[in-house]
């Protein structure tokens, strides 16, 4: 059951992820589910149409779900992003004491969840993150793909 409900959010994820490609970001979505299992925060790539270097889709789902709890701290809550995030994401998620994270595709290049570094597996940290990866990992990884060749014509 866990499963099916983790490719439904993901495909939540991922419908938010089509929202930055059709407005030419990097395509990547994220929501952030209360342990009722309510969306309480939503967000996609839009660090250029904000011009914000911050603007990436799990900070911008962060700061919806803070702002609608009224607490920073986001305990007993589950991140689902169709790309692994990045080192600024990853603390982010530490610092809110995300509970767990679902994770569509690994990032090779700036992953640090799994592919480079594991900062929310630290146990140096005084929190960790429940892990999970590869959720609807092939559509994850075609949306991706398929913005950058596009880049690339």
């Known amino acids: 059951m866990k499963q099916d409900l983790d490719s439904y959010y993901m495909g939540v994820a991922l419908s938010l992820a089509k929202k930055a490609y059709k407005e030419d970001e990097v395509p990547?979505?994220?929501?952030?589910?209360d342990k009722y299992g309510e969306i309480i925060g939503k967000g996609y790539n839009r660090p250029i149409s904000l011009c914000d270097p911050t603007a990436h889709a799990e900070i911008l789902a962060i700061?919806?779900?803070?702002?609608?709890?009224?607490?920073y701290r986001l305990l007993d809550t589950t991140l689902y992003v169709t790309l692994e995030p990045?080192?600024?994401?990853?603390?982010?998620?530490?610092?809110?004491?995300?509970?767990?994270?679902?994770?569509?595709?690994?990032?090779?290049?700036?992953?640090?969840?799994?592919?480079?570094?594991?900062?929310?597996?630290?146990?140096?940290?005084?929190?960790?993150?429940?892990?999970?990866?590869?959720?609807?990992?092939?559509?994850?990884?075609?949306?991706?793909k398929e913005f950058f060749k596009q880049k690339r014509i």
Do not use: W
Not at 28 to 33: D, E, F, H, K
Not at 92 to 116: E, N
């Open 63 to 71: 700061r919806m779900a803070s702002k609608k709890i009224k607490n």
């Open 86 to 144: 990045c080192p600024m994401c990853a603390g982010a998620i530490l610092y809110a004491r995300i509970k767990r994270l679902v994770i569509g595709t690994l990032d090779p290049k700036t992953g640090s969840c799994i592919s480079l570094y594991n900062i929310v597996k630290d146990e140096r940290f005084n929190h960790q993150v429940e892990l999970c990866y590869g959720v609807r990992q092939a559509e994850c990884s075609k949306l991706l």
């Open 28 to 33: 990547v979505g994220a929501i952030l589910v």
